[in-house]
């Protein structure tokens, strides 16, 4: 046999040309949606139709209007019904699913503990009972700072349960975002923990947790949950609540769950915009919950009998709606996993898959192009039958990563959904409804049924096939957000005020990002067109890392741009212009990287600080971001006759290159 014969290079080249993929017969036999029609009954029944959604949900009373548009952008869903999220997470499934798991969660160390739903209803209970007893009202927001540990979704429900809405701070962010996001939010009750493990170390947490509370204007009270036992770097103090000890002295507790008007606060989120303040994006309970429960039905297939993981961090909108708020609206088991994908080896996440019998897998490219990077020996040691579906989220997926996940995970029998969306849509957006449409890697499909998003050029005209334009949706959704929190009118600018034409009702939002169409519809989205950088999915604001480095004693200016990263998307470039006396030296450097660590987090550590003389600018003094982007990426220049200063690019360009 030579070598062209061996069936995995024939595999590998069909695959390689191979540009659409139609969905698998057995997965499309049992899928929850797989009739083409839900396309043509969501227009035709635009917005009655929305009632699916809702309809997946248990509701203490019926909305009167399906939506309400008459005070356009600020749209209203379900109007006049009411419910309650952690009531419609937890209670509603015990009398068929008490004994089922909800949350199967891993930790770092391999240990594992199982909640069912009677077990997590009773902690949910009790956590709400204590958060109730320590003086949390209704519409008081909770922030939370925590890991991947079980206490965040209990404390998430308990919160929902009460009436009390969440911010939740991924736990990556440094002391001061906390602190920023727990004054903006007007927040004085913490939940967070003394540490966590990475790569089998015990992380201090609670030392950085106290940090923010320092910077926190009003009184904090703050709750800790013991994850680290005697492990923990540092001792949980006595003007602080254990959270296990609170639990405990409410033993068998129930709390009536609080009616919530549909329109009612369920969180808020922060997430990262041009300018370099936060933006905390509010959700609804009814709308958001209807969105993250049909998403869930539709797109990620989950069943109330599956396994199902989403690998995200909860600290993003992803783990809030596919691992917290859809996964258990549905009733199903969601795997809730601590560690890292290769540690204490790189097959962990297949171990995991194997071991669970884990149905769908929701993970990110950057994760994927990693597995790929570290070989099929991992996946191939491990059954992975089990895989009827796989998802991914959070920046562009390449066509290479694309197949390589359907080949050596799904062994071409599970369909891919690559899934856009954003902190602000709530849930899912574009992507195939993996029941019904063909696929084709590197697009993430057409709009979901419902959903109207074109691709438009500045003057919002569509662009047509082809082209490349922004990325604009043209009807409201159940999952929208509803307003920036206290800030209708950064609301107003931020999203809707490029492409809408209030005198003609036109209300248009816009996403910044990206993208264009092809004949059949499908969007490929080619990335953010704001000044925002998406490291492995991780929204960055330029602005914010900005403020972070000239910050820094001795630095005079900064310009902060993404440049591509084979594994991560993007990667964050600093360009440098120290003061006058400052020396340019790697100490200096790592100040500056440091810097950037404590005011935002270490995932937004920069992967290049460069030291320039000056910044491209144009007559007017804006800098020229593009040509910076060009530099780091090694692209060729584009026009540069429009700057003041044009010879300092090529300075910057080997200064690059020298780097
Ligand atoms: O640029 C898009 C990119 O991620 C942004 C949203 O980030 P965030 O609010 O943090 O939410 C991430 C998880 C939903 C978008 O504006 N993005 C998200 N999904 C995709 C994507 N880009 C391309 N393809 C996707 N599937």
Redesign the pocket.
């Known amino acids: 046999m030579t070598e062209d014969d061996e069936p995995d290079v024939q595999l590998e080249s069909r695959l390689e040309e191979q540009a659409e993929f139609t969905p698998p017969a057995s997965f499309v036999e049992q899928a929850n949606v797989s009739d083409e029609s839900v396309y043509e009954e969501f227009e035709e029944n635009w917005p009655d139709e929305w009632e699916r959604a809702a309809n997946l949900l248990e509701w203490e009373q019926e909305w009167n209007q399906v939506l309400d548009d008459s005070n356009e952008p600020f749209y209203q869903w379900f109007v006049d019904g009411k419910l309650n999220a952690s009531a419609n997470c937890v209670d509603r499934h015990l009398d068929e699913r008490a004994d089922e798991a909800a949350i199967e969660w891993i930790g770092e160390l391999g240990e594992t503990r199982t909640y069912t739903y009677e077990e997590l209803h009773r902690e949910v209970n009790e956590f709400a009972a204590a958060l109730r007893e320590l003086g949390v009202g209704e519409d008081d927001i909770v922030t939370m700072y925590l890991p991947m540990i079980p206490e965040l979704p209990i404390a998430m429900l308990a919160c929902a349960r009460i009436g009390a809405p969440h911010s939740v701070v991924f736990g990556g962010f440094s002391a001061d975002a906390l602190a920023e996001r727990m004054n903006a939010a007007n927040s004085d009750v913490l939940v967070t923990c003394d540490g966590y493990y990475r790569r089998g170390d015990a992380l201090d947490h609670l030392s950085k947790a106290r940090n923010g509370v320092s910077n926190v204007e009003s009184e904090v009270t703050t709750i800790v949950a013991d994850r680290l036992g005697d492990d923990a770097p540092t001792a949980i103090s006595d003007d602080e609540y254990v959270f296990s000890e609170q639990v405990e002295a409410n033993s068998g507790a129930v709390v009536d769950p609080v009616v919530r008007d549909a329109e009612d606060m369920l969180f808020m989120m922060y997430?990262s915009g041009t300018t370099g303040k936060p933006k905390g994006v509010k959700h609804t309970t009814g709308g958001y919950l209807s969105y993250a429960a049909w998403t869930s039905h539709a797109v990620l297939d989950v069943k109330p009998d599956d396994t199902y993981w989403c690998a995200a961090d909860i600290g993003?909108?992803?783990g809030h709606s596919y691992i917290v708020y859809g996964p258990l609206a549905l009733g199903t088991t969601s795997v809730m996993y601590e560690g890292t994908p290769d540690y204490p080896d790189k097959g962990r996440f297949w171990e995991i898959v194997e071991e669970y019998g884990v149905n769908q897998l929701y993970t990110a490219p950057t994760a994927i192009r990693a597995f790929m990077k570290w070989g099929t020996e991992y996946p191939e040691a491990h059954d992975l039958s089990s895989l009827r579906l796989l998802g991914?989220?959070?920046?562009?997926?390449n066509p290479r990563a694309w197949k390589w996940y359907y080949k050596h995970i799904g062994n071409e029998e599970c369909p891919i959904v690559?899934?856009?969306?954003?902190?602000?849509t709530g849930g899912m957006m574009i992507t195939t409804l993996p029941g019904i449409k063909k696929m084709k890697p590197g697009s993430?499909g057409p709009p979901l049924p419902g959903i109207s998003a074109d691709i438009v050029d500045p003057s919002g005209d569509p662009v047509g096939a082809g082209r490349a334009g922004h990325l604009v949706v043209n009807k409201p959704w159940p999952g929208m957000l509803r307003t920036l929190y206290k800030n209708d009118e950064r609301f107003l600018n931020e999203y809707w005020d490029e492409y809408s034409i209030p005198e003609r009702d036109q209300w248009v939002y816009f996403?910044?990002?990206g993208a264009k169409v092809d004949d059949d519809g499908y969007i490929t989205?080619l990335?953010?067109v704001d000044d925002v950088i998406?490291v492995s999915?991780?929204?960055i604001g330029t602005m914010e890392v900005e403020s972070a480095i000239v910050g820094v004693e001795g630095v005079a200016e900064a310009a902060v741009v993404g440049g591509n990263h084979e594994m991560k998307g993007e990667a964050i470039y600093g360009y440098v212009i120290t003061e006058d006396g400052q020396d340019e030296t790697e100490e200096f450097r790592a100040e500056i990287v440091a810097a950037v660590e404590e005011d935002i987090g270490p995932f937004a550590r920069p992967e290049a600080v460069i030291f320039t003389p000056e910044l491209p600018k144009t007559r007017s003094g804006k800098i020229m971001r593009r040509l910076l982007e060009d530099i780091a990426n090694g692209d060729e220049l584009g026009n540069t006759s429009t700057l003041r200063n044009p010879d300092v690019v090529h300075d910057i360009e080997s200064k690059v290159q020298g780097d």
């Open positions: 997430t993003w909108i992803t991914t989220v959070g920046e562009p997926i690559d899934t856009w969306w954003q902190t602000e993430a996403p910044e990002d989205v990335g953010r998406n999915g991780h929204r």
